[in-house]
C-alpha cells in the first residue's frame, strides 16, 4: 500500500524523533502541534522537543540501561540524540544538555526538512485512514484524551500516576528476607522484610518526618478532581494518620512466618514480582511521594533493602497513559488499527529518553508501513525492543510507566564473572551487535540524503 503523508500529533521528544524517522526514509510528514496557541501546564516555551523539568537525559555509559538506550538510538539516527550530543553541558557521566539550544537544535532541522509539513493547531480527534503517530504526551491536551477513550476505544487513561518503587532482585538481602505467601496459600511469590518493634518504630518515625516532593499547581488541581486518590494514597500519609495504620494496612505481619525465628515479625514490608523474570520487585501499597534522595534513605532502613538499588523510585503526578498491554502491538501500533500508532510518554515509557525511543520505533514502522514492508520488530536483546515488548505486554499486575532498566532485556543465559557492570556490559554488547545487524537488514531502506 502506497500512501502520500504519515501525520504525526505532537512535537515533543516522541513526535519529532518519529518525523525524523518517517521523513529521512522518504516519505512526507505531516506534524500538528499545538503550541504556541496552546500550552500544557507545563510547557512554556514555543519550540519543539521541550524538557519540562530537568536538563538531564541521565547516564551515558552503555553499562547503564539508559545510557545503552542511548547508544542504540544513536546508532539508528536518532535526532534527538544527535541534538543532545550537539549541545551536551559538563555533567560527569551523565549527558545534560543546554535545553534551549537543544530545543532551537531540533526545532531547526524538523522545520528546515523539505518533506515535514509544521502545522500549529490542537488535535482532538485521529484521523483513522491514515497512518498516524500520536505522541501528545503526559499531559495530552482534554479534548484528545476524551476522544481517545470515548471514540478509538481506548478504555480508562490514566490521569493520576501514584507509583511505588522497583528495586533490583540482585541487590536484596535475602539473608535477612524471605519468600512466603500469607498463610502459606499458593505458591511462595512474595518476598517479606521482617520487622522488629525497634526497627519498626525507627522506621516510622524517618518515613512521617521525611521530605515530600513539592506538587505542581496543576497536579495539586489534578488530584482535587480524582477519586482514586484514596486508593493510592502515598505510604507517607497513610502513616501519618496513626502509628498502627501502617501495620494494619500493607505492613501487616499475621500469616506471615519468618522462617528464621518461627513466628511473626512486629511488622513486614512485601515485596511483588514487578516482571516475569523476577528480576524487579516493587515495595507493595508503599506508592510514595518522598523525594528520591528521601526515599533511598527512608526505604532502605527495611531489613534486607539496605543496599537495595532502586530501578525505579515512587512518584506522583499526572500521567495520561494508555494500557497498552491491551491495545499495542510492539511497534507501538493499534492491535485494532493498525494505521494508528502511539509513541511517548503516553505508551507507558517513562523519561525522556524513553520518549523518544519509543518515537523512533514507531516513525520507523509508520515510514515501512508507509512504504508497504514488513513491521520491523526489534529484538528483546536491545533496549529499544525490551521497551517495546513491555509496552506491549505489560509485566505483572497493573501496567505501569518504566525506565529502560535492564531487568526488561532478554538474561543472557551464563554467568559473568567481574558483578553486575562486567554483566551489563555483555548485555550492551550483545544488543549494540543487534543493533549492527538490524542496520544491515536495511541496506534498501529508502533513507533520503537531504536530512
Ligand atoms: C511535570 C513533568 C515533569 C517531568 N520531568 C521529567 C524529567 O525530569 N526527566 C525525564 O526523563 N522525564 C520527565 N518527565 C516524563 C517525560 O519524560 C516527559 O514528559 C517527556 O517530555 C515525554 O515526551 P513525549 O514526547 O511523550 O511528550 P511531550 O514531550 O510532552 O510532547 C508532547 C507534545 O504534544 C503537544 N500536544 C499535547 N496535546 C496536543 C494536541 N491535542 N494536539 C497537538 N499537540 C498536542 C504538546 O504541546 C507537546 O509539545 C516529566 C513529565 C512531567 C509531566
Known amino acids: 500500500m502506497m500512501q502520500k503523508t504519515v501525520e504525526i500529533y505532537g512535537a515533543g521528544l516522541a513526535g519529532c524523533e518519529a518525523a525524523w524517522q518517517v521523513a529521512r526514509r522518504g516519505i512526507p510528514v505531516r506534524l500538528y502541534e499545538m503550541k504556541p496557541h496552546k500550552f500544557t501546564p507545563a510547557h512554556h516555551s514555543k519550540g519543539f522537543a521541550e524538557l519540562v523539568c530537568s536538563n538531564s537525559l541521565r547516564s551515558d555509559c552503555v553499562s547503564n540501561a539508559v545510557g545503552l538506550l542511548k547508544e542504540e538510538m544513536r546508532r539508528m539516527g536518532s535526532l534527538i540524540m544527535e541534538a543532545a550530543d550537539a549541545t551536551r553541558v559538563p555533567a560527569g557521566s551523565a549527558l545534560a544538555v543546554d535545553r534551549s539550544l537543544f530545543s532551537a537544535y531540533i526545532t531547526e532541522k524538523i522545520s528546515k526538512h523539505p518533506l515535514i509539513e509544521i502545522v500549529h493547531e490542537e488535535r482532538d480527534?485521529?484521523?483513522?485512514?491514515?497512518?498516524?503517530?500520536?505522541?501528545?504526551?503526559?499531559?495530552?491536551?482534554?479534548?484528545?484524551?476524551?476522544?481517545?477513550?470515548?471514540?478509538?476505544?481506548?478504555?480508562?487513561?490514566?490521569?493520576?500516576?501514584?507509583?511505588?518503587?522497583?528495586?533490583?532482585?540482585?541487590?536484596?538481602?535475602?539473608?535477612?528476607?524471605?519468600?512466603?505467601?500469607?498463610?502459606?496459600?499458593?505458591?511462595?511469590?512474595?518476598?517479606?522484610?521482617?520487622?522488629?518493634?525497634?526497627?519498626?518504630?525507627?522506621?516510622?518515625?524517618?518515613?512521617?518526618?521525611?521530605?515530600?516532593a513539592e506538587l505542581k499547581a496543576f497536579d495539586r488541581e489534578s488530584q482535587k478532581d480524582l477519586k482514586v486518590f484514596e486508593g493510592c494514597m502515598p505510604v507517607e500519609v497513610m502513616a501519618r494518620r496513626g502509628y498502627d495504620t501502617l501495620r494494619f494496612?500493607?505492613?501487616?505481619?499475621?500469616?506471615?512466618?519468618?522462617?528464621?525465628?518461627?513466628?511473626?515479625?512486629?511488622?513486614?514490608?512485601?515485596?511483588?514480582?514487578?516482571?516475569?523474570?523476577?528480576?524487579?520487585?516493587?515495595?507493595?501499597?508503599?506508592?510514595?511521594?518522598?523525594?528520591?534522595?528521601?526515599?533511598?534513605?527512608?526505604?532502605?532502613?527495611?531489613?534486607?533493602?539496605?543496599?537495595?538499588e532502586f530501578l525505579r523510585y515512587g512518584v506522583m503526578h499526572r500521567n495520561t497513559y494508555l494500557n497498552s498491554p491491551e491495545i499495542l502491538d510492539a511497534t507501538y501500533a493499534m492491535r485494532?488499527?493498525?494505521?494508528?500508532?502511539?509513541?511517548?510518554?503516553?505508551?507507558?515509557v517513562e523519561g525522556y529518553v524513553e520518549s523518544a525511543g519509543s518515537g523512533l520505533v514507531a516513525g520507523i514502522n509508520a515510514a515501512r508501513q508507509a512504504m508497504g514492508e514488513e513491521p520491523l520488530l526489534f529484538?528483546?536483546?536491545?533496549?529499544?525492543?525490551?521497551?517495546?515488548?513491555?509496552?506491549?505486554?505489560?509485566?505483572?499486575?497493573?501496567?505501569?510507566?518504566?525506565?529502560?532498566?535492564?531487568?526488561?532485556?532478554?538474561?543472557?543465559?551464563?554467568?559473568?564473572?567481574?558483578?553486575?557492570?562486567?554483566?551489563?556490559?555483555?548485555?550492551?554488547?550483545?544488543?549494540?551487535?543487534?543493533?549492527?545487524?538490524?542496520?544491515?537488514?536495511?541496506?534498501?531502506?529508502?533513507?533520503?540524503?537531504?536530512?
Open 125 to 212: 480527534t485521529v484521523r483513522e485512514d491514515v497512518i498516524t503517530v500520536v505522541a501528545t504526551g503526559p499531559l495530552t491536551s482534554d479534548s484528545l484524551s476524551d476522544y481517545l477513550i470515548r471514540s478509538l476505544g481506548c478504555g480508562d487513561l490514566h490521569f493520576f500516576d501514584a507509583a511505588a518503587p522497583i528495586v533490583d532482585f540482585s541487590s536484596i538481602n535475602m539473608d535477612v528476607a524471605y519468600f512466603a505467601s500469607r498463610y502459606d496459600k499458593g505458591d511462595a511469590d512474595y518476598i517479606n522484610c521482617p520487622m522488629t518493634k525497634e526497627q519498626y518504630d525507627a522506621f516510622y518515625e524517618a518515613l512521617i518526618t521525611a521530605e515530600e
Open 249 to 308: 494496612g500493607p505492613m501487616k505481619p499475621v500469616g506471615l512466618i519468618d522462617p528464621r525465628v518461627g513466628k511473626e515479625a512486629y511488622a513486614v514490608v512485601q515485596l511483588r514480582k514487578e516482571n516475569t523474570a523476577g528480576t524487579m520487585f516493587n515495595l507493595v501499597g508503599f506508592q510514595t511521594h518522598l523525594t528520591f534522595p528521601e526515599q533511598r534513605r527512608v526505604f532502605r532502613m527495611i531489613p534486607g533493602l539496605e543496599n537495595a
Open 336 to 348: 485494532t488499527q493498525p494505521l494508528i500508532r502511539f509513541a511517548g510518554q503516553m505508551t507507558g
Open 379 to 451: 529484538p528483546e536483546e536491545t533496549m529499544l525492543g525490551a521497551m517495546a515488548a513491555y509496552v506491549s505486554r505489560g509485566g505483572v499486575g497493573k501496567f505501569l510507566p518504566m525506565n529502560a532498566n535492564f531487568g526488561i532485556v532478554t538474561p543472557l543465559g551464563y554467568r559473568v564473572k567481574g558483578g553486575k557492570a562486567a554483566k551489563n556490559e555483555k548485555i550492551a554488547e550483545r544488543a549494540l551487535e543487534k543493533i549492527s545487524e538490524i542496520k544491515a537488514s536495511m541496506q534498501g531502506d529508502a533513507i533520503a540524503q537531504n536530512q
